[in-house]
Every structure is written in structure tokens, then in C-alpha cells.
């Protein structure tokens, strides 16, 4: 399949239509932005990394039954999707502390929970993307009650799926966001990605972070570690 006009750019992406509407191109950047856009800057390799590793999961968790928008990787950058209506939610799930939960409930960043956490925040930059729970978000229609109960059945066998993945990777999965979409018929699949800019990845050892907080702390090494998780997932060949 090939790509054909740009249909929207966004921070990390572009995406272009194809001959056949059902379908798309997305074309990962090496563009990084964080805290809705005030922090920019470029990890070079990045957008390989993130087309691969998602694409990857994407058919791992296929494998285990979540269905998905992935349908072809094109090159390194680029992959054929599903087009979908992206439900305007992103779906986070925790299973230790870390980042903005630490910061709100006062709980230290790296504390073990007792069962994995399941929130919402309203994909809307103008408002910051805020938090909201499952009665305000049925109440405004951003998703129904079924589509909803879907998307949190999927989402606690995507942590199981990877938490496990990720142990034999010796990393920790501390955290994660995804998002979900609507085919035409209605039927709500994985879409998005997930990838170290989406996930926090932690060295079972060492704690080390592996991920895009490399960035958003100013830490360094943050290509190191986008090419350390591919290497940990398999992927550097
Ligand atoms: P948070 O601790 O900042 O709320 O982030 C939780 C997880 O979700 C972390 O793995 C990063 C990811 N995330 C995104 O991918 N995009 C976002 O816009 C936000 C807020 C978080």
C-alpha cells in the first residue's frame, strides 16, 4: 500500500491517506515534545525505535487476543494502519508510582501497588488533557458504557501481557498510556503506539530509567536508552 497525501501532522507523527480510505500510513518523527508542547526537542533514532517496538507489541498483544490497527511495517519509520476514530481518551495504568501520581497523591516514585491503577485524562490540549472518571466521561459522550467496559478489560490484559513481556527483558513496567479507536462498524481496537515515549521503563536491577523521562528530567543518555530497550526487547538486529 502506498501513501499518498499528508492527512494530519502532529508532535510525533504524520500521518498520510492511502489509495483505499480504510487505511493509512503513520510516519514516526524524531520530534519530542513534552508538557503539551512547551518542551521540544529531537531524539535522533527515535522515530525507528517507536514504529518498531510498537508495531511489535501491537502483534504481540494480537497474538494474545487484544485486536489492533496494525496491519503492515512498510520500513523502519513506517507502518500501515487501520483507520480509526481515535475515542478521545488516554488510557494510563500504573503499577508502581511514578511521575504525575507521585506528585499528586504524595506517594514515593517507585512504590510496588497492591493491584494496577486505572485512570483517564480527556485527550484535549487545550484543557491539558485533564484527568476524568468513567460517569463524566459516559456523561459527555466522549465514550458509552460498553465502549468503556471494553476498553478497561483490554487495557488489564495489555499491562498483564507486557508486564510479563517486560520481566523477561529484566525491565519493569512502571507505567503506560494508550489509546483506543472505532472502526467504522463501531468495534473499539488498540491504536496509537507504545513505545518509550508512552511507557516508563525501569532496569529490574538497577532502577535505571529507560524511557522518555530521560528527556522530560533532562537526565541524558536518552538515545542510549531508546537503544538500550530495543536491544532488550530483541530488536537491534
Ligand atoms: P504521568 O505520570 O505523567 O501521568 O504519565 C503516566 C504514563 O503515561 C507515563 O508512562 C507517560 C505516559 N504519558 C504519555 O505517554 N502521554 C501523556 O500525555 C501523558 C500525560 C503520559
Known sequence: ????????????????????????????????????GEKKGTIVGKGVVNNRMSNFMFKLLEENGVPTDFV????DRETVLKKVEIVPLEVIVRNKAAGSFSKRFGVPEGTQFKAPTLEY???????????????????IGAATKEELDTIA???MKIN????????????DLIDFKIEFGRLPDGTV????????????FWDVNTQEK????????DMGGVEEAYAEMMKR???DK
Open 1 to 36: 500500500m502506498e501513501k499518498k497525501e499528508l492527512m494530519y501532522e502532529g508532535k510525533a507523527k504524520k500521518v498520510y491517506a492511502t489509495e483505499d480510505p480504510a487505511y493509512c500510513v503513520v510516519s514516526y518523527k524524531d520530534d519530542a515534545t513534552e508538557f503539551n
Open 72 to 75: 503492515e511495517e512498510l520500513n
Open 121 to 139: 485524562c480527556l485527550k484535549d490540549d487545550a484543557l491539558g488533557d485533564p484527568m476524568i472518571n468513567d460517569s463524566q466521561i459516559i456523561a
Open 153 to 155: 478489560a483490554y487495557t
Open 160 to 171: 498483564a501481557v507486557m508486564v510479563d513481556f517486560f520481566k523477561q527483558c529484566n525491565v
Open 189 to 200: 481496537i488498540l491504536a496509537d503506539e507504545i513505545s518509550p515515549d508512552t511507557c516508563r
Open 210 to 217: 529507560l524511557d522518555k523521562d530521560r528527556f522530560r528530567r
Open 233 to 235: 526487547v530483541g530488536l
